[in-house]
């Protein structure tokens, strides 16, 4: 049976999108999803996104990293339907329902309320997520925030001499975090611009990462690093994120389709996982 799909990204942050409301789909496991994320012997994508009917939303999306584990969030990913659907929309995930409309800039997503509880990021034991006392060699103090997935933010004079593909996996998966962690480096550049790099959990290094970009600006603005409005600018492009007075976060940027084309499930099911580096 040939399975349709779209290839997509926002900023280079790429996806591979599967729509289960115009036709049936095979069972997604994890050895597809990551079969299918291969850069050598799959489609290739960060993430595989999985769009089904919801009895809450307009659809219900499903997130898939490159390793095969499934995802509560991911912010590019929500631009990209939010394209597909060509108008408002309401989106149903793990981490609850989000809302896209098109916007002069791309598309904006109403990314909901950040949480900042040491349960709800989760870590393992109680600490102040505003400036948790641990270190990993040169990166240290860092801020945690939840926005539908947990992130820890480090702050450093540049960003891109941290050697995030070496510390990242670290940290991610340090006992501190039980569900492992997303790892941002960000540099302030002034008030209203930060540069940002990401190690995503399951995926690894990306050129974007809406949630990260999210939750890098909410740190830094609960630090009093940078306005309530700030561009993040990531290593594929730039991201608008604002913090309102109702506490919910909105992130605005463009989402592209690449192409499309099918596959057959069959061919990938005894594929090795991963994503091939």
């Not at 939010?82 to 916007?103: C, F, H, K, S, Y």
């Not at 492009?237 to 084309?261: C, H, K, Q, S, Y």
Request: charged share 20%; hydrophobic share 45%; with cysteine.
């Amino acid at each position: 049976m040939a399975v349709s799909f779209i290839k997509m990204h926002g900023l280079g942050n790429d996806f591979v999108v599967l729509d289960a409301r115009t036709g049936a789909l095979p069972a997604i496991d994890q050895t597809l999803a990551s079969a299918l994320a291969h850069r050598h012997t799959g489609i290739g994508c960060d993430q595989l996104i999985v769009l089904e009917p919801s009895a809450v939303a307009d659809l219900r999306m499903r997130i898939f990293n490159a390793d095969g584990t499934e995802s509560p969030a991911c912010g590019n990913a929500t631009r990209a339907v939010g394209l597909l659907e060509g108008r408002p929309a309401t989106i149903e995930t793990l981490a609850g329902i989000l809302r896209t409309e098109p916007a002069d800039a791309g598309i904006a997503v109403d990314m909901g309320e950040p949480r900042f509880d040491w349960q709800a990021i989760p870590l393992a034991y109680a600490m102040d997520t505003l400036a948790l006392p641990v270190g990993w060699e040169d990166l240290d103090s860092p801020v945690a925030v939840n926005v539908g997935n947990p992130h820890a933010i480090f702050f450093v004079p540049d960003c891109d001499r941290v050697d995030l593909a070496r510390l990242g996996p670290l940290i991610e998966t340090d006992p501190l975090f039980p569900e492992r962690v997303n790892v941002n480096v960000a540099t302030i550049e002034s008030r209203q611009a930060i540069r940002l790099r990401v190690w995503e959990r399951g995926t690894g290094l990306t050129l974007a990462c809406g949630t990260g970009a999210c939750a890098t600006a909410i740190g830094a603005m609960r630090r009093g690093l940078v306005d309530r409005e700030v561009r993040v600018t990531l290593p594929g492009g730039m991201l608008t994120i604002g913090w309102g007075t109702d506490n919910r976060i909105t992130m605005t940027g463009p989402a592209v389709e690449a192409f499309r084309g099918t596959f057959e499930p069959e061919r990938f099911r005894a594929a090795e996982p991963g994503n091939g580096g």
